[in-house]
């Protein structure tokens, strides 16, 4: 059972357009955090966010918490081929992450 | 340089023969987890540790065992792998274990199991 449901599971889209990646659940997280993995690598941390109804940028991706703390959502505005990669959201829930099954998405240029 | 590091980065086996995946994190973190990846599954954690002689179950720990006998190292045992083990297995490091569990992930391990 996928407690943490990630959509789309793969998006390709031209280089400048926008796109959004959706993680819900039913469940509350105390937190939830946002990875970028890379062929051949692990994932590496993009953001944590904490507070229901938090947003928070980073360059050209925005990252919002829904109020509830039960989902969040990624969007990214004139995406480039340097996005290309598996996004990944993970939920905390006492001492563990709950994870994902991740969004791969290729730029096109 | 801070970072988690396993070995062996790929690594192909017969059934039934035990092998260890080492991971070892030169940040002092207390908190050290294993996850397997697969395709359309996503990260599933198989045991985790929340210090020195501490370890707990993850969702899928059948099959696998864990020590944590120093902070810096987490080797995952396979005692007798099978098939179904093959996968990309993910040794994570964090400060701390709660609200913000931040995971520094090594670069991973491509395990075959024939």
């Known amino acids: 059972t996928q407690l943490l449901e990630q959509s789309p599971q793969f998006l390709s889209i031209q280089e400048g357009e926008n796109l959004t990646v959706y993680c819900n659940s039913s469940s509350v997280f105390s937190s939830l955090q946002w990875y970028r993995q890379e062929p051949g690598e692990g994932p590496v941390l993009l953001v944590t966010v904490v507070t229901g109804g938090e947003v928070k940028k980073l360059k050209r991706l925005t990252f919002q918490f829904g109020d509830a703390r039960k989902d969040s959502s990624l969007h990214i505005t004139a995406a480039q081929p340097g996005d290309t990669g598996l996004y990944l959201c993970a939920g905390a829930r006492n001492y563990q992450l709950i994870w994902g099954a991740g969004t791969k998405l290729i730029i096109k240029p | 340089e801070a970072q988690v590091t396993q070995n062996p980065r790929y690594l192909i086996t017969v059934t039934g023969k035990k092998l260890t995946v080492t991971c070892s994190q030169n940040m002092n973190h207390e908190y050290m987890s294993w996850y397997r990846q697969d395709p359309g599954l996503g990260l599933r954690q198989i045991y985790y540790s929340m210090n020195v002689e501490v370890t707990d179950k993850g969702d899928v720990p059948e099959g696998y065992k864990v020590s944590r006998k120093e902070k810096r190292n987490f080797p995952l045992i396979l005692e007798s792998p099978s098939p179904n083990q093959t996968s990309l297995y993910f040794c994570?490091?964090?400060?701390?274990?709660?609200?913000?569990?931040?995971?520094?992930f090594g670069a991973g391990t491509r395990l075959s199991v024939l």
């Open positions: 994570a490091s964090s400060p701390i274990a709660g609200v913000k569990n931040i995971q520094y």
